[in-house]
């Protein structure tokens, strides 16, 4: 499918969450005639349904798209897709690394985020030819010149050559598309060089395996080619190559500056890493392309089946999943409370949701989940350094000498009216400020280091709180710094239950563990016996709550003789019980494990 | 006349319908196509005395029509397979038993009583009298949306107790303000009705009342109530011989000792259920729909052998005798134990049932948590 390489153009679409990248995509689709209009579904990028339902993107995806320019000539457009939440900021630079420029789309009506700015800077560090989009011209709101003057004076960009559009109207697309023709440069590489092709993403299909997702560089790729991965020197024979229409298509070969896919009999995705090079095995390239790092889990957490789902049905389940999300991981666990399951790891809270949810769905399995928590790197006093991923595997405090957590620097954009509720939420997040830099007369963004661990549990859902929705938030990982960390013990009855330890903040313990005894003296049903809750730091006990036992459950009446509406009654009322797990003596309803994420900052 | 906590099928009733309605329930009477003996008869759900004195006649005599009641019959409690009820406004069916003395119950409202009606359901063969009282004061009354006062129900209890023996009152516990509960209990024996039922006020789904639930009694007074009934009426001698009903000895309720012990019955009128051959089936419930197709069921439930296993034992586990070893075997031909095991060994543990060797049976705590057993049966 030989297009002259000078007539490719690789982008992407970079943008703040809500900003209107999803509906713009459709609409380049849809006037480049790449998919009929009438058998688009709305947001066809987007293509799991857990993607569609919640408005966000995980997975990157690669579209080709036709395109006539004025000037005549026949363009090829791909179009790469980036995901939209900070969750998975780092897919957003394997994206970009394929292109030679990208669309900054900024809402007319909102202006200039954090993510906006985070996206950009990713796309400049990479020296990709950027185009402001000022989108959403069609509302009344909008306000065109601030846009312009964000772009400028924030940004960097220059403002006065952005592309005024509506990716809902579909007002300025050709625009957007001319000046992908005439301002991104098309990819350099020579097409008859050793192969060199840089895998940008894969995904796995239950009928055809790995579908890896490359970018030649140089030279070309074919079927019954025989490759080699350069990071493994895995060998493979190429089946089949193409491009993304969105479906796939295969074609006679793939050139440099091309976009496409490939399959090759890889049976797993943890044989693929991103960011590789394939090469020719015939005629191999000495030098692998520049890669990028592997996300790291950074928040984790415990999954067990519950009454209904065995650990079997479980263990199956995750590998399936990690055949086509392996940037979660997960090993073996055990659970005095819970009993046998799998503790996993994440690249952020939503990416937890996200798959907790999969695994339900798609599984049919009834779960578990304990409270997130970060990993901690704890140095003994007998020198020996360990990574702790669950709260209860903690040491005793004795046999500690450092305990260190993970920390972060946030940019946060907020309007300066609410720059002081930003800093007070900051504060209560151990937050340290580093500076504020005033962006125009209206905004201004805070960068404060935080730990991983004040972030990853509710800052998100609090910062929208206090700025009215405004607020937007960035970050990145900074490493480990020591903290002043204890084990915060609860107990049933007595008896410690492993998976509601949790690790705070020592000057923070006493609030988190009131709070959270109360929230589970709430969460927990009462039940034929008393039942005490106790919340210990150290081995002290700084808290007891007690959930009264059962006054009365009877039936009254045996309604007018139908038993069997009773015994159904009783049946339903027992399935509803699928989601308790028994913890000795006590049955805990799931919520209660999750209990944590609930207690607030004053510990209410 | 219809309970705002009642979720028993109810009918406006207007001109004619009544006459409608007796000639339907007449009917599903004379087609019925089951066994042709009963021992005992409920009339129940409602107010009878909104039938016209011709219409209850009617109903007698069809029921003699179809079944076989005869006074002084021979036939055994345990060999009699046939069991008629007539539910008026449908889901409390009766029962008509073959025994001695054949159970025949009509529910009657404080006000629907007069020595003059009294006298007319005695001579049509009603033997037994279920009063609703629900209590005897008349905040409470407001509160439960009860037509009658406190005086009419005196005035009532006064009337059946002179013209029958064998009586009952139904009290309500866990209505607003729990502080009059002890009074009526007290009143209550005062009257010596030799049956008391005392039922806990729930909050249904499609009723009035579940509006109103917020306003309920906590879950602790209630208990409170309902241990206070147990003590009073205990130490009136009154035995407690089911979750809700205490009865003076010999004055047990056959009728409803049906239902916990899982036998079969019949029942007739609309939204009424019955229990034969196996089958749990209820009747149309729609007013208008019985009218035309009276006995046609809206629902029938073919009962698996396990299900029926859970039924009868969540059943005999709401009475004081519990269940007999023996009987379960005759019954199913295999073991508590083997059928049911673990849960029975959790509950013995948990206190809520105790195994004198010969049979199971709930404790105090087992009749305060009932549904507690039938949680750990199903
Ligand atoms: N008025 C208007 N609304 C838009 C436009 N583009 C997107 N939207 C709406 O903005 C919301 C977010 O759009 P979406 O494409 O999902 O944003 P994404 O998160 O950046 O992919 C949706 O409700 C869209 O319907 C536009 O040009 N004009």
Known sequence: ?604 | MACPYCDFVKRPISGDAPDEFTEALCREIAEFEGPGEARSIFFGGGTPSLLSERGFARIFEALHHRFEIAEGGSSSRSTAGAQSSIGRAGARPSQIEITSHPEITIEVNPDDVTPERARFWRGLGVNRLSLGVQSFDDVVLKFLGRCHDTEAARRACGVIGDQFENWGVDLIFGAKPPSAWAASVAECVRFAPPHVSTYGLTYEERTPFWKQRHEAVGDDDALAQYRHAMDALGAAGYEHYEVSNFARTGFESAHNLIYWRNEEYAGFGPGAVSYLGGVRARNLSRIDTYLTRPGEKEESLALSARETKVETLIQHFRTRAGIEHAAYRARFGSEIEEDFGDAIRTLAARGLIADDGGRLSPTRRGYELNNEIGLALV
């Open chain 1, 1 to 604: 499918m030989t297009t002259p390489i000078e007539n490719i153009r690789n982008f992407s679409i970079i943008a703040h969450i809500d900003h209107g990248k999803s509906t713009l995509a459709d609409r380049l689709l849809e006037v480049t005639k790449t998919i009929d209009k009438r058998l688009m579904k709305e947001q066809t990028l987007d293509s799991m349904d857990i993607e569609r339902e919640r408005g966000i993107t995980i997975k990157s995806v690669a579209v080709r798209m036709n395109y006539k320019s004025k000037d005549g000539k026949d363009y090829v457009l791909n179009l790469i897709d980036t995901p939209g939440h900070v969750d998975f900021a780092y897919e957003v630079s394997r994206s970009l690394a394929a292109c030679e420029g990208a669309l900054l789309l900024v809402d007319a009506t909102q202006g200039v985020e954090a993510q906006t700015l985070a996206n950009a800077y990713k796309a400049i560090e990479q020296h990709l030819e950027i185009i402001p989009v000022i989108n959403k011209i069609d509302l009344a709101s909008a306000d065109v010149e601030s846009a312009r003057r964000q772009f400028t004076d924030i940004v960097g960009l220059d403002g006065s050559r952005a592309v005024l559009a509506s990716g809902k109207s579909g007002l300025g697309v050709e625009d957007i598309l001319e000046a992908i023709v005439e301002r991104i440069p098309p990819p350099k590489g020579d097409r008859k060089a050793p192969l060199r092709a840089l895998i940008f993403d894969a995904v796995y299909n239950d009928y055809r395996g790995v579908i890896v997702y490359l970018r030649v560089v140089e030279g070309r790729i074919a079927a019954g080619f025989k490759v080699k991965m350069m990071s493994n020197d895995e060998k493979y024979e190429v089946i089949e190559v193409g491009s993304l229409t969105p479906q796939m298509r295969a074609a006679e070969d793939l050139e440099a500056g091309e976009v496409g896919y490939m399959i090759c009999n890889i049976r797993s995705l943890d044989k693929t890493k991103i960011g590789d090079t394939v090469t020719d095995l015939l005629k191999p390239a000495t030098e692998a392309l520049p890669g990028y790092s592997e996300p790291k889990p950074v928040v984790f957490c415990g999954m067990y089946p519950a009454a209904d789902t065995d650990y079997m049905q479980l263990r199956d389940a995750l590998d399936r999943l990690r055949l086509n999300d392996c940037s979660f991981s997960f090993q073996a666990d055990s659970s005095d409370a819970l009993g046998l399951g799998y503790r996993l790891g994440f690249l952020g809270l939503l990416h937890m949701e996200i798959v907790q949810e999969r695994l339900e769905r798609e599984f049919g399995l009834t779960l578990v989940t304990t409270v997130p928590n970060v990993s901690y790197r704890v140095t003994l006093t007998s020198g020996e350094v360990m990574e702790i991923e669950n709260a209860s595997k903690m040491p005793p405090s004795n046999e500690i000498d450092v305990t260190e957590e993970p920390y972060i620097e946030a940019d946060i954009m907020v309007p300066t009216q609410y720059l002081s509720a930003v800093i007070d939420l900051c504060k209560k997040k151990r937050g340290i400020h580093i500076r504020v830099d005033y962006i125009d007369a209206n905004r201004c963004m805070a960068i404060y280091q935080m730990p991983l661990a004040e972030i990853v549990l509710d800052f998100y859902d609090k910062l929208k709180t206090y700025t009215r929705g405004y607020g937007s938030l960035e970050y990145r990982i900074l490493g480990y710094r020591p903290g002043d960390l204890v084990k915060l013990d609860i107990m049933l009855n007595g008896d410690r239950v492993d998976a509601l330890s949790c690790i705070v903040h020592r000057d923070r313990a006493a609030i988190v563990g009131r709070g959270l005894a109360a929230k589970l003296q709430k969460l927990i049903p009462r039940q034929q016996f008393e039942i005490a809750i106790q919340a210990a730091i150290g081995g002290k006990i700084i808290v007891r709550e007690t959930v009264k036992s059962m006054g009365k459950n009877v039936t009254a009446k045996c309604y007018g003789g139908d038993i069997s509406r009773k015994r159904k009654l009783l049946e339903k009322q027992k399935a509803g019980k699928k989601r308790m797990k028994q913890v000795g003596s006590v049955e805990v309803p799931q919520e209660a494990f999750m209990a944590l994420l609930k207690v607030d900052d004053d510990g209410a």
